[in-house]
Nanobody, 120 residues
């Protein structure tokens, strides 16, 4: 059973930074998604199994950095210059496929999510 555990969420002010972590029970292609109240879950960023490839949603480019520590089976999402519209539950997801998938259907396992709230 694959386990994913997110941490690092919280309440911050606009312009602040936050780093989310996701500890996995194995090594996978890893992605971050988010779901704001009343909206569909959307892609934020993905990092390949090796860590050599990354991709970001347009809304995250320039403000988010995804990285991983394969020795710890942990992936990180560093978010800077946070905006109120970044408020959402952030989920990490693991995919057994290689590459840099961006669709939810391409991921096999999901974490429980961590709340990020950005106040104005």
């Amino acid at each position: 059973q694959v386990q994913l555990q997110e941490s690092g969420g919280g309440l911050v002010q606009a312009g602040d930074s936050l780093r989310l972590s996701c500890a996995a029970s194995g090594r996978y292609t890893m992605g971050w998604f988010r779901q704001a109240p009343g909206k569909e879950r959307e892609f934020v960023a993905v990092i390949s199994w090796s860590g050599t490839m990354t991709m970001y949603a347009d809304s995250s480019k320039g403000r988010a950095t995804i990285s991983r520590d394969n020795a710890k089976n942990t992936v990180y999402l560093q978010m800077n210059s946070l905006k109120p519209e970044d408020t959402a539950v952030y989920y990490c997801a693991a995919a057994t496929r290689r590459g840099i998938p961006r669709r939810m259907s391409e991921y096999d396992y999901w974490g429980q999510g961590t709340q990020v709230t950005v106040s104005s």
